[in-house]
């Protein structure tokens, strides 16, 4: 195993050099071409689909077209050549002719995912990475590491996959001295790093299309943590991985009582992530812990985790069954037991991972709405499982209560009703184009 990264070669200045972002409204890709930008590279990119986000990043200075085409990237191309031509790790599993990818090796114009980019950022600018891994609560825990790292008044670079009330999800500070990042186990990208500092939010086997055993996803998380300098995780996150206490790991109890005591945000989950992006930053950055704790608890939250649309109806990003328990018992402590729930499920491939324990998921809600699933990079030999397939699966207590929805007037009328008569209406959804996160937006903007 390598110890440190491999040599990036140098070819252009950065002031010089065209980066061109293939799929640039994605939530990891977007923040890069933010970073990019602001590091001083000329930046383009592309997406299937307009949305709101790719307004944002044109208001940023980024020449942006929608749709993806052999010829728009030529025409660009003989104007202002590519360099670089970076990708999602989606985008070959999709679509391996992909005509944009197609055309920039048909040209000899570099390709590649985004953290060969990124590394070359954080080296070319001596950076310390510090990074957030884990199956879930990564991009919230990365959310709130960067919030204390600016009400410290410490300047800081960063990637978070989330628009953040308090900042861009995506920004390079040429003061900073670290880089903050929400590294994604996904495609193994969280590999390609040397982090000076890690922290896994938890463990829970997920990505099944990557990592085939629950073995092979614990070791790839071994492998993270080897190549970080010191990493913290909970004491039975490490035991599950074979670890032990030392130097370079630092255990953290989950039932210390002052994770709730001290922490005053609303939810078990959110006041665990607190407590580890409190640890993380003291670890880094030497400023106290309980000076950290009242920063903490002024944290505004985040876009798309239990995000207020309107009064009554919240969107979350809670897809896998950790998460989905952490954000009903958020629900539950706000609004006991009116909680109605509509839910997407992100991805066919990951509802037939989770199937078993989808049955009583949902045991405990006054009223479930099951819509369609957000799909992308799915298993094309899995049977699609709609909405009247899942409702199937579950227990006879959540059948009850029940019901198959579309993204409809018949449905925006259901939320209406129930927010108007005080439940609290949790849509579980992808985000994303087409989405229901996207629908509720467009819905009930007024």
Same mark, same amino acid.
């Given at each position: 195993?390598?110890?440190?990264?491999?040599?990036?070669?140098?070819?252009? +200045?950065?002031?010089?050099?065209?980066?061109?972002?293939?799929?640039? &409204?994605?939530?990891?890709? &977007?923040?890069?071409?933010?970073?990019?930008? %602001? *590091?001083?590279?000329?930046?383009? &990119?592309?997406?299937?689909?307009?949305?709101?986000?790719?307004?944002?990043?044109?208001?940023?200075?980024?020449?942006?077209?929608?749709? %993806? @085409?052999?010829?728009?990237? *030529?025409?660009?191309?003989?104007?202002?050549?590519?360099?670089? !031509?970076?990708?999602? $790790?989606?985008?070959?599993? @999709?679509?391996?002719?992909?005509?944009?990818?197609?055309?920039?090796?048909?040209? #000899?114009?570099?390709?590649? +995912?985004? /953290?060969?980019?990124?590394?070359?950022?954080?080296?070319?600018?001596?950076?310390?990475?510090? *990074?957030?891994?884990?199956?879930?609560?990564?991009?919230?825990?990365?959310?709130?590491?960067?919030?204390?790292?600016?009400?410290?008044?410490?300047?800081?670079?960063? $990637?978070?996959?989330?628009?953040?009330?308090?900042?861009?999800?995506?920004?390079?500070?040429?003061?900073?001295?670290?880089?903050?990042?929400?590294?994604?186990?996904?495609?193994?990208?969280?590999?390609?790093?040397?982090?000076?500092?890690?922290?896994?939010?938890?463990?829970?086997?997920?990505?099944?299309?990557?990592?085939?055993?629950?073995?092979?996803?614990?070791?790839?998380?071994?492998? !993270?943590?080897?190549?970080?300098? +010191? @990493?913290?995780?909970?004491?039975?996150?490490?035991?599950?991985?074979?670890?032990?206490?030392?130097? #370079?790991? %630092?255990?953290?109890?989950? %039932?210390?009582?002052?994770?709730?005591?001290?922490?005053?945000?609303?939810?078990?989950?959110?006041?665990?992530?607190?407590?580890?992006?409190?640890?993380?930053?003291?670890?880094?950055?030497?400023?106290?812990?309980?000076?950290?704790?009242?920063?903490?608890?002024?944290?505004?939250?985040?876009?798309?985790?239990?995000?207020?649309?309107?009064?009554?109806?919240?969107?979350?990003?809670?897809?896998?069954?950790? #998460?989905?328990?952490?954000?009903?018992?958020?629900?539950?402590?706000?609004?006991? /037991?009116?909680?109605?729930?509509?839910?997407?499920?992100?991805?066919?491939?990951?509802?037939?991972?989770?199937?078993?324990?989808?049955?009583?998921?949902?045991? =405990?809600?006054?009223?479930?709405?099951?819509?369609?699933?957000?799909?992308?990079?799915?298993?094309?030999?899995?049977?699609?499982?709609?909405?009247?397939?899942?409702?199937?699966?579950?227990?006879?207590? $959540? #059948?009850?209560?029940?019901?198959?929805?579309?993204? =409809?007037?018949?449905?925006? /009328?259901?939320?209406?009703?129930?927010?108007?008569?005080? =439940?609290?209406?949790?849509?579980?959804?992808?985000?994303?184009?087409?989405?229901?996160?996207?629908?509720?937006?467009?819905?009930?903007? /007024?």
């Amino acid at each position: 195993m390598l110890s440190q990264p491999p040599p990036i070669v140098k070819t252009d +200045k950065l002031r010089v050099m065209h980066i061109y972002f293939s799929g640039i &409204g994605g939530a990891a890709i &977007g923040p890069l071409a933010l970073i990019a930008k %602001q *590091a001083g590279y000329e930046v383009s &990119g592309s997406d299937a689909k307009d949305s709101k986000y790719l307004d944002e990043l044109r208001r940023a200075g980024i020449d942006i077209h929608v749709g %993806q @085409t052999k010829d728009q990237i *030529a025409d660009l191309h003989s104007k202002k050549p590519v360099d670089w !031509f970076v990708y999602s $790790s989606a985008l070959p599993k @999709t679509d391996p002719d992909h005509p944009e990818l197609r055309f920039c090796e048909e040209n #000899k114009i570099r390709t590649s +995912k985004r /953290d060969e980019l990124l590394n070359r950022i954080i080296q070319d600018n001596d950076l310390k990475l510090i *990074a957030v891994a884990g199956t879930h609560g990564k991009t919230t825990t990365t959310a709130m590491v960067i919030w204390l790292f600016k009400q410290a008044g410490i300047p800081a670079s960063y $990637s978070v996959g989330a628009k953040l009330p308090f900042g861009e999800p995506g920004v390079f500070d040429p003061k900073s001295g670290h880089f903050i990042y929400e590294a994604d186990e996904y495609d193994r990208n969280f590999l390609s790093f040397y982090p000076a500092i890690g922290i896994i939010t938890g463990l829970d086997w997920d990505h099944p299309d990557i990592y085939e055993t629950r073995e092979a996803y614990g070791q790839a998380f071994v492998e !993270f943590i080897d190549q970080c300098e +010191k @990493t913290l995780l909970w004491r039975e996150d490490a035991e599950k991985l074979g670890l032990e206490q030392s130097d #370079k790991i %630092q255990m953290m109890d989950s %039932q210390n009582p002052a994770i709730n005591h001290d922490i005053k945000l609303a939810g078990r989950v959110n006041r665990a992530n607190a407590w580890q992006a409190v640890q993380l930053t003291a670890s880094a950055t030497g400023q106290p812990a309980d000076k950290l704790v009242g920063f903490m608890n002024q944290f505004p939250g985040l876009s798309r985790r239990f995000e207020e649309i309107i009064p009554n109806v919240y969107t979350d990003y809670a897809h896998t069954p950790p #998460k989905i328990r952490g954000a009903l018992q958020l629900a539950r402590e706000v609004a006991g /037991d009116k909680v109605v729930v509509i839910y997407e499920g992100l991805h066919n491939t990951r509802q037939h991972f989770i199937k078993e324990e989808l049955a009583n998921l949902f045991d =405990d809600v006054k009223s479930l709405y099951i819509v369609p699933s957000y799909l992308a990079r799915e298993n094309e030999d899995l049977e699609l499982l709609t909405p009247e397939k899942l409702l199937d699966l579950l227990s006879n207590l $959540s #059948k009850d209560k029940a019901r198959v929805a579309r993204l =409809d007037d018949e449905l925006k /009328d259901a939320i209406r009703h129930h927010a108007d008569n005080g =439940d609290l209406v949790l849509c579980l959804s992808a985000g994303g184009a087409g989405s229901l996160d996207e629908w509720l937006r467009a819905e009930f903007k /007024d």
